[in-house]
């Protein structure tokens, strides 16, 4: 049973690109969030999206960043117009449906604008 | 969401039982202590979970005093690779089974040989 699968593992933008960042669940998981970690920082929540809806977007930065999670293919978290400040770890969890379920954490994807 | 509030780090040594305490005096009667860690630049990693009953798994065990307002996670033979940052989290619950989960600061667990 494969775990969460994020990538890239590694990821070098110039300011002013683009960034994407994808997601693949466990099987059988239907709900994704999305964490930041900043380089000596904890992890931030930003987004918890379920199949083709976003639930709480509370953490996400009101400009340039967006999430999906289409019915089909991978959550994807993307960044526009990157900055040096979004330098930072990305990490990706999954959860299957109901209450008393724990949530597994992908490699994360690092990110570096330069 | 009910806070936690963990000691910054500990030290233990190898092969001797860690113990990393952890409050939460405001939690509620529906919320669960969960348990995660991070070892060094990696993704969080479960060990365990509970609500009012004592859980052990391969991991570690997990105390939960009978109020509820503080707990206990155990690593009965700490080992070098346990060293980590251990996260305690309260699970927040709204609107049937939607949830999401609030990392602290965690405890710098390091394991001497």
């Known amino acids: 049973n494969a775990g969460v699968m994020q990538n890239p593992r590694h990821l070098v933008r110039r300011r002013g690109q683009e960034a994407r960042l994808r997601c693949s669940p466990m099987?059988?998981?239907?709900?994704v969030y999305w964490y930041r970690q900043l380089p000596e920082e904890g992890l931030k929540f930003m987004v918890y999206l379920q199949k083709e809806n976003i639930i709480d977007e509370s953490g996400m930065p009101k400009e340039r960043f967006s999430a999906e999670f289409p019915k089909e293919g991978p959550s994807i978290l993307r960044i526009q117009q990157v900055v040096r400040g979004d330098s930072a770890a990305y990490f990706c969890a999954s959860s299957p449906e109901g209450l008393n379920t724990e949530a597994f954490f992908g490699q994360g994807t690092r990110l570096t604008v330069v | 969401d009910a806070k936690t509030t963990q000691p910054p780090s500990m030290d233990c040594a190898e092969g001797r039982a860690a113990n990393l305490p952890c409050n939460h005096s405001t939690i509620s009667g529906n919320e669960y202590v969960y348990w995660y860690r991070q070892i060094h630049s990696q993704g969080p990693q479960y060990i365990i979970h509970?609500?009012?009953n004592n859980e052990t798994n391969e991991m570690a065990s997990l105390i939960i005093t009978e109020d509820r307002k503080s707990s206990t996670l155990i690593l009965p033979h700490a080992t070098l690779r346990d060293t980590a940052v251990y996260y305690c989290?309260?699970?927040?619950?709204?609107?049937?089974?939607?949830?999401?989960?609030?990392f602290g600061k965690g405890t710098l667990l390091t394991v001497n040989p």
């Open positions: 989290i309260v699970r927040v619950r709204w609107g049937g089974s939607n949830y999401k989960l609030t």
């Open positions: 099987k059988g998981h239907s709900h």
């Open positions: 509970g609500l009012k």
